[in-house]
T-cell receptor, first 115, second 114 residues
Framework: DADVTQTPRNRITKTGKRIMLECSQTKGHDRMYWYRQDPGLGLRLIYYSFDVKDINKGEISDGYSVSRQAQAKFSLSLESAIPNQTALYFC??????????????FGEGSRLTVL | AQSVTQLGSHVSVSEGALVLLRCNYSSSVPPYLFWYVQYPNQGLQLLLKYTTGATLVKGINGFEAEFKKSETSFHLTKPSAHMSDAAEYFCAVSNGGSNYKLTFGKGTLLTVNP
């Protein structure tokens, strides 16, 4: 089983619908992240959480919200989806500690299409 | 602020040829540098990373990268390309410290021709 699991893997929805992407991890990491990947733009950080009580906006948080339900679970919501939110979304985790370098461990991605 | 520039959004090589993917970074503190690979329809996988110490870093699948502080570069190389190397490659920089985050380049798509 994957260490970082994303559901759903693929989703097609309509403009205005509420969508939730879920992420769970078995790595025991405190830090979790949501990234968005678009062709030619690389990965851009949407939100990140350093522990259960900590939520931070990334560079492109508008139109998104997150919830850290537990150390192992971090969900991303689109309250009212729009077509330009069509993208591949990645959840990632990282460890903490003095020796940590910021290395991320990724899920396999959730492909979202908004019609 | 930190940033990453990958030169060339698409690189095409012949099987057996040298692979060279270029990455330059900007960071106000000593950086940690990473290369990730994304195969079609998959997530990102760590290829190699530089933290401290030896500036030539070896990774999986025969790839290596050299940290050159004077040139603010971390180029990825492989002496002989295989068809299985076809993928998208991302360079990333971390600022370290307690609130580190990874900043990614826009990616380079590597095509390997038979």
């Amino acid at each position: 089983d994957a260490d970082v699991t994303q559901t759903p893997r693929n989703r097609i929805t309509k403009t205005g619908k509420r969508i939730m992407l879920e992420c769970s991890q078995t790595k025991g990491h405190d830090r979790m992240y949501w990234y968005r990947q678009d062709p030619g733009l690389g990965l851009r950080l949407i939100y990140y959480s350093f522990d259960v009580k900590d939520i931070n906006k990334g560079e492109i948080s508008d139109g998104y919200s997150v919830s850290r339900q537990a150390q192992a679970k971090f969900s991303l919501s689109l309250e009212s989806a729009i077509p330009n939110q069509t993208a591949l979304y990645f959840c990632a985790t990282s460890d903490t500690g003095a020796s940590n370098t910021g290395e991320l461990f990724f899920g396999e991605g959730s492909r979202l299409t908004v019609l | 602020a930190q940033s990453v520039t990958q030169l060339g959004s698409h690189v095409s090589v012949s099987e057996g040829a040298l692979v060279l993917l270029r990455c330059n970074y900007s960071s106000s503190v000593p950086p940690y540098l990473f290369w990730y690979v994304q195969y079609p329809n998959q997530g990102l996988q760590l290829l190699l990373k530089y933290t401290t110490g030896a500036t030539l870093v070896k990774g999986i699948n025969g790839f290596e990268a050299e940290f050159k502080k004077s040139e603010t570069s971390f180029h990825l190389t492989k002496p002989s390309a295989h068809m299985s190397d076809a993928a998208e490659y991302f360079c990333a920089v971390s600022n370290g410290g307690s609130n580190y985050k990874l900043t990614f380049g826009k990616g380079t798509l590597l095509t390997v021709n038979p």
